[in-house]
């Protein structure tokens, strides 16, 4: 049985499509109402947001890190943010959390469409998304594995993910976007409604996922400078298949760099956020995955 649910938008001040549609929720909370569990809903980085940028001092959807909620001596904005988001929406890795399910509202300069991005998966979780596929053919399924501890805004609940929208320049909002992310939480309310009912739901037991392997950083010089840009036939490339020899990056001379590896899926492709992170687009297998 599933309580509640919040909904969190504004976790990037700059991503608009989560913030407004929070602001639209919170002035017109019969939207997300549902007959048995309660919606909670959440602007997240409110500095952030009314300054348009993604953070203040350090990106919030990657401060939810059991170690960094631990320490006293970090000191700045979000990690100062995330303890107290931690207390009302967690606690992370808490039997008893507050929030049983969470849904994180991003944006992306990447053409990704509509997309779900999974780092906690649980039962539910895999249910959730399994029946959001059935009401939404064209959403795209991505499995995120990094190397360091699932630090993510939905980590702090037992079920969850991020939804991406793009593609979307910072600080704009699209309509089209905005009323797929829209649809798509509506599904996941009454998603959620029918499992708590015990309703035959009919969910497929597979669900086809993009599943993470590597972070392709840009070609960079001694000073760890770029000196090459994602390749015109790659941009806006999302979700779509690269094999050996096609074209990957654009030097700043104009020669072509290569890819090199085994065919792969690349995913968030130009994300304007990645540059400071240090890639230039993700890699991923195409996978049927049992859930
Ligand atoms: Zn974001």
């Given at each position: ?127 959730a998304i ?34 991406e929208v ?45 599943d993470h ?79």
């Amino acid at each position: 049985m599933i309580k509640n649910i919040a909904i969190t938008g504004g976790t990037h001040g700059n991503e608009l499509t989560g913030v407004y549609l929070v602001k639209k929720w919170q002035k017109n909370p019969a939207l997300v109402k549902r007959s048995n569990f309660e919606t909670i809903t959440k602007l997240m980085n409110l500095q952030a947001i009314k300054e348009v940028r993604r953070y203040v001092d350090q990106d919030l959807n990657r401060s939810f890190g059991l170690s960094e909620l631990g320490n006293d001596e970090l000191e700045n904005y979000e990690v100062k943010l995330a303890k107290e988001l931690n207390s009302e929406l967690g606690e992370k890795g808490s039997e008893e959390s507050k929030v049983d399910f969470i849904v994180d509202l991003h944006t992306t300069t990447a053409n990704m469409g509509l997309s779900i991005v999974v780092s906690n998966p649980s039962k539910i979780t895999w249910r959730a998304i399994a029946y959001l596929c059935k009401m939404e053919p064209a959403l795209k399924v991505y499995r995120w594995k990094g190397d360091i501890e699932n630090a993510f805004v939905d980590s702090m609940a037992p079920h969850g993910f991020a939804i991406e929208v793009g593609a979307v320049p910072q600080g704009v909002l699209r309509a089209d976007l905005f009323l797929q992310t829209e649809a798509l939480i509506y599904h996941l309310l009454d998603y959620v409604e029918k499992e708590n009912n015990g309703d035959e739901l009919n969910i497929s037991d597979e669900v086809e996922i993009y599943d993470h392997e590597v972070l392709v950083d840009y070609p960079r010089d001694e000073e760890r400078d770029i000196v090459a840009m994602v390749h015109q036939d790659r941009q806006d490339k999302d979700f779509t298949l690269i094999e050996k020899g096609d074209p990957l990056f654009l030097t700043l001379e104009n020669e072509t760099i290569n890819y090199d590896g085994e065919p792969r899926y690349t995913i968030f492709v130009n994300e304007a956020a990645y540059y400071e992170k240090g890639f230039a687009m993700t890699l991923a297998e195409k996978k049927m995955l049992k859930i």
